[in-house]
Every structure is written in C-alpha cells, then in structure tokens.
C-alpha cells in the first residue's frame, strides 16, 4: 500500500480499509478472488452495562509503502490482537498474552 493514513478508527474500519485497498491492487483477474476475505473474533465479556464495558480501542498509524499484512499487525497490535492467516481467511483475534480487560462486578 503506497500510503495508509488513519486516525482514531475502529479496527473494524481499518480491516475494511485494508481489503478494500488490497482488492484494488491484487492481480488476480477473476474479482471473487481478488482480496482477502476475515473474520474478527472479539473477546466476550458479562457486563451489566455500558458504562461497564472497556472502551473500544482505537488506531492511529501512518505509514508508506507497507504491505497488507504489516498494516494488518500493526492495527491488530494496536488493538490487542493478533492475526493468523488461515487460508483463505484472515482472523483477526484477542492476544492470549494480554488479559481481558476487568468488568467491575457489583
């Protein structure tokens, strides 16, 4: 990717950013083939309410000529996630390393 330049986006956004960008540079001539197809497996959590969840991380990166996958660590590292290239799909998921957020219980 010759540029990626966000601010303060969802990593959902990011992940769609980065297939979209990906789609439009792969080679591949049939269209069902060209990108990457991913999944994001959030942590789940009990909570009572909003107030009680843990924020949302968000990602903020610029970087040039940088490849999907390295733009795809980058926001996964950012988020406390990891990624795993389990052909032909991307996960996107919780790093065992770093504990779930504390839910204050009552």
Do not use: C
Not at 45 to 72: H, M, N, Y
């Amino acid at each position: 990717i010759p540029t990626i330049d966000v601010k303060d986006a969802p990593l959902e956004n990011v992940v769609s950013l980065l297939r979209t960008e990906s789609m439009q540079r792969d080679p591949e001539s049939n269209p069902l083939k060209k990108g990457f197809n991913y999944t994001i497996r959030h942590r789940t959590e009990v909570s009572v309410g909003p107030e009680e969840q843990a924020p949302t991380p968000l990602i903020t990166w610029r970087a040039e000529d940088v490849s999907v996958f390295r733009a795809l660590e980058e926001a996964a590292r950012q988020t406390n996630m990891k990624v795993l290239v389990d052909d032909p799909v991307v996960v996107i998921y919780p790093d065992p390393d770093i504990p779930s957020p504390k839910v204050p219980s009552e």
